[in-house]
């Protein structure tokens, strides 16, 4: 069978027997779009690419345990999302000062920002630049929802289920995180301008 007609769940079905080949083919089938989701989310293409594996690497050990109850993509992208945050919560607590990593290491730290990578201008236009720094300026709460609905094109019930909240919260996290863009995206451009 190609990849194209077998089910996820065969994928998993036949991965679970044994076949460890058969997740390789779902990584084939959903690398691309979760890298493309979690840059996003993440504001960064290498700690996108670095959850994004991590993802896949729980998945692939917890695979007993997906219950059929969402669809494989919905239950790979909480784990990525629960991977972020703790990540994020690491490098939070990890956090030193420019001047003590200065002095213990005797080098600048580096910025690994994608705004500070050269290649990120020559990549995008300047419009996208925009949307990003303004998507990266929002809450972690709200950069989820509205990257999984306006970027995606997930329904509420969906987010809601990939981000465990009621869908009442993803509604008023998507208004605000759209309200809150427009803010920040119409701020930008008149700076620009001036």
């Known amino acids: 069978m190609d990849d194209v007609s077998t089910s996820d769940q065969q994928l998993i079905d036949q991965c679970l027997s044994g076949q460890s080949d058969a997740f390789g083919k779902l990584v084939t089938r959903y690398e691309k779009r979760l890298y493309g989701t979690l840059v996003h989310m993440v504001g960064s293409v290498h700690e996108a690419r670095d959850v994004s594996q991590e993802a896949f690497v729980l998945a692939f050990r917890k695979l007993k345990s997906f219950r059929q109850e969402s669809s494989f993509y919905s239950w790979l992208f909480r ?116």
Not at 86 to 109: F, L
Not at 134 to 155: D, K, P, W, Y
Not at 164 to 180: C, F, K, L, Q, Y
């Open 79 to 194: 784990i990525a999302y629960n991977a972020a945050i703790s990540r994020h919560r690491r490098r939070r607590g990890a956090t030193a000062s420019v001047d003590a990593i200065r002095e213990t290491t005797g080098t600048e730290p580096t910025d690994d920002r994608p705004e500070s990578d050269p290649a990120y201008h020559l990549q995008a236009s300047e419009r996208q630049a925009l949307v990003q720094n303004a998507l990266n300026e929002l809450a972690e709460e709200f950069r989820t929802v509205i990257v999984l609905r306006e970027m995606e094109g997930l329904s509420y019930e969906q987010i809601a289920e990939m981000v465990d909240v009621p869908v009442g919260t993803v509604r008023s996290r998507i208004h605000r995180a759209r309200s809150e863009l427009r803010e920040k995206l119409t701020r930008a451009l008149a700076n620009e301008r001036s």
